[in-house]
Structure formats: structure tokens, C-alpha cells
């Protein structure tokens, strides 16, 4: 606790000290980019080179040429010429260096103000019932030199910048192969599969299913090929960092996930976070007023909180926005920090948990998936597969992620939901059997 008391403390200082520097180094590109203009107004709107005599050179040489012909007063002037061009030449980088300060300074600004008006230039607010807060953050410039590789591969793969993204080691092979088959009979081309070993991408380049594998000398690699499944979560922070930065809208998606339509058509894009959840009703997926009681406070005894069950951290959207990018940090920083902690209640706490004392919250915007079209296998295995009326709705993708027996119930949901099979969901059990570890 201790140490998740200082780090968002030292997080914010560190914060506070490179926006400083920025404004430093902003104001100081201002006023030499000023002084500059005002010394020599000519210089700073026209490019020459340091053999295109300045005009105090110029004068130099037909004031010289004009008294005194002799060949010794010339080698002089040429020595004069040459040693001024040496300086035009030292004033012409110093002057490209302020150029470019100022040009800096010029977009920052561009950026802040384009921030301002993203906001509304209007500050008052509008009649009851009209006004909306903003929820859908601007997306960060691309950085391609963060991963060259990676970007060719998803200029090449994504649609309209975005992509369903699977983190895969040899270990899930078999679920690996029902999901991207799914995938392909629904005909969404812009998936790629994260291999964590060379086997899992030889088995996706012979399927044809477009594979990144990372340099293995990336240093956080070596947890994928042993690692075990929160091992590899932790990785997947860290790798999905790269695609945002590239400027890439990504759906993170388990391999325990059958799919039976493009989720791409049922995205709403207006937040930060776009998570199925595992709830299972309108309450436990949406949210509700959970009330405690306590007899003993008397007329007080009611207590009421708030309660939303898990967004799933194994198939959410995300997009590429400052948020977002915290968000994944926030949460590779804590896995590293305390291997015991489980990804998905990380991530959540992260999300939703507010801003208090010695904490700064994430202020990041959130959407719940509908649950009966991003369906998590209890809503399928105890309500949907009971109920006649439900039974005929088809969702988008259904998450094996209540249940250990995943590969067999995976082959059940594409036999029900693809090849009509009425009763092939029938004989597996509600839940499975506890089984401590
Ligand atoms: C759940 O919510 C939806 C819309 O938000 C509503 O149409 C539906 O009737 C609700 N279901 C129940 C059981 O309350």
C-alpha cells in the first residue's frame, strides 16, 4: 500500500516538472525567435546560403575593389569574405535551430488551442437538460518510430485504424485455431494475433492469419514463452502501448472467444474503454444501487453503494487517447510491481476507482458492451440456452471465461450458433466444479 500511496505522488511531481520545462523551453524559443527577428529581420524569413554574400559583405568588397587594386588587398578581402562566411554559416545552424524552437512552440500551441476548442468556445452552459460534458478524448498523434515493424504490418492489416488483437503462446493453440477460424467465417479481415513463440506464428502463417512476432530481444518477451496466464496479462499491457502509440484503435480479444459477427459494427467509438462486462442482467452489467444494512445504526441503518460487476479485461476496445495509454501503464505498473494481483481487478480498480486522498484517479470515459451481444458464457450457459426467446438472438462474439472446460465449449457455441445445432449446448453443466488449486 505504501507503495501505491508514492507513485501516483512522484508520477505527478515528475508531471509537473517536464510540463515546466516544456513551457521553459517554449518561452525561451519565443523570445530568442524575437530577438532574432528583430536583430536580423532578413535572415529570419529567407534562406541563403553561406556563399550568398550578405549584404555587409557586399559592401565590404566594393568599398575594397573601389580604393585599392592590388593583388595583396584582395587576398585580404578574400580572407575577410571567407572568415564571414564561416560566421553567416555558424548564425545559419544557430538560426535553423531557433526556426525549429519555434515551430515547436507553434504546434504546442496549435494543439492546446485545437484542446480549447474541442472543449467549446462558448463557455456558458445551455439550457436543462442540454448540456454533454466530453467524453470522447482526442486521439495522439502517431508515433511510428516506436515500433516501424508493428506499423507496416497494421498499415497493411487495420481498417480505418482500428484491429482486433490476440496475444497467443503455443499453449493455447487449440483455442487460438477456433477463434481465428470464427473470425475468418465471419469475414473480418483486420485481425492480427500477437505470437509469443515461433510455433504459434509458423501455425498462423500456414492458416493465413496475419502474425506479428516480437525482436526477441525485447526484454519483456521472455515472460510470454514460459509465462503463465497472468505472467502473459502483464505483457499485454505493455504491448498494447505500442499500438496506441502508433495511433490504433485495438479490440483486445482472449483467444477463449468465439466470433459470429463483426463487433467492429456494434462499437459506439465515443470512449476511452468499451468493455463486455461479466455481469449478467441490466443490473449487475450496468450497475445498481447496492444497499447495506445495519440494524444497529437505527434510523441510519440503510447504507447504499454503488455496484457494477468487472469490466472484462479480456475483450475490450480501446482507443488511442492519453487516457487510454495511462490506463495501460497504470496497469502493466502495477502488475510489475505486485505479480500476485490479478489483471482484471487491476484494470477495473484503475478505471473506476476515484480521485481521494494521496490518490489521482484515472480520468478516463467507459461504455459496458451489451451483454447479450458481447455474451460471456454464464449468460449463455444459464440464461440464454434455457430460454426460447433468447435463444434466437445472435450475439456478436460469446467469451468462454466462466468456465475451465473453454475448448469444448467453444466447438459447442460455433456447432449451435453457425451450424444450426440445436442441441449442442445442452450437455455441459451450468457452471463447472470447484476445484481448489
Ligand atoms: C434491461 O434494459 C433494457 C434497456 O436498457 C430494457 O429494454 C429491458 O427491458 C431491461 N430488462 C429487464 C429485465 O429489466
Known sequence: MADHRDGPLMRDKSKENVQCQITLAIVIGIVLGCVFAFLYPYELFTYYSPFQDQPFGKTNLKAGSSSCESSERIGVLKLEIASLSEKNAELNIKLKFLRKQLRLAEQGRDYAQKQVMALGENHKAGPFNTVKGLRTNPTVFPDESVNPRLAKILEEVAVHKEIIVAIANSKVQSMLEVWFTSIKKVGIPNHLVV????????????????????????????????????????????????????????????VDIVYLQNP??????????ESMSDGYNNKTAYG????????????????????????NSGFFYIRPTLPSIELLDRVASRLSKD??????AVFNEELFYPSHPGYDGLHASKRTLD???FMNSKVLFKMVRKDARLKKLKPVIVHVNYHPDKL??????????VNGKQDALEPFPVGSVWQKK
Open 195 to 254: 505470437a509469443l513463440d515461433d510455433h504459434i506464428e509458423s501455425i498462423c502463417k500456414s492458416n493465413g492469419v496475419p502474425v506479428y512476432k516480437r525482436d526477441p530481444d525485447e526484454g519483456i518477451d521472455s515472460i510470454g514463452k514460459t509465462g503463465d496466464n497472468h505472467a502473459v496479462s502483464g505483457l499485454k499491457f505493455r504491448i498494447l502501448r505500442e499500438f496506441l502509440q502508433l495511433g490504433y484503435s485495438v479490440l483486445v480479444s482472449d
Open 264 to 273: 467492429f459494427d456494434y462499437l459506439y467509438r465515443d470512449s476511452d474503454v
Open 288 to 311: 445498481f444501487d447496492d444497499v447495506f444494512d445495519e440494524p444497529a445504526m437505527g434510523w441510519a441503518r440503510y447504507a447504499h453503494t454503488m455496484r457494477i460487476w468487472a469490466y
Open 339 to 344: 505479480p500476485d494481483s490479478w489483471d482484471q
Open 371 to 373: 451483454f447479450y451481444l
Open 408 to 417: 469444448p465449449r467453444m466447438n459447442a457455441i460455433v456447432d449451435f450458433y
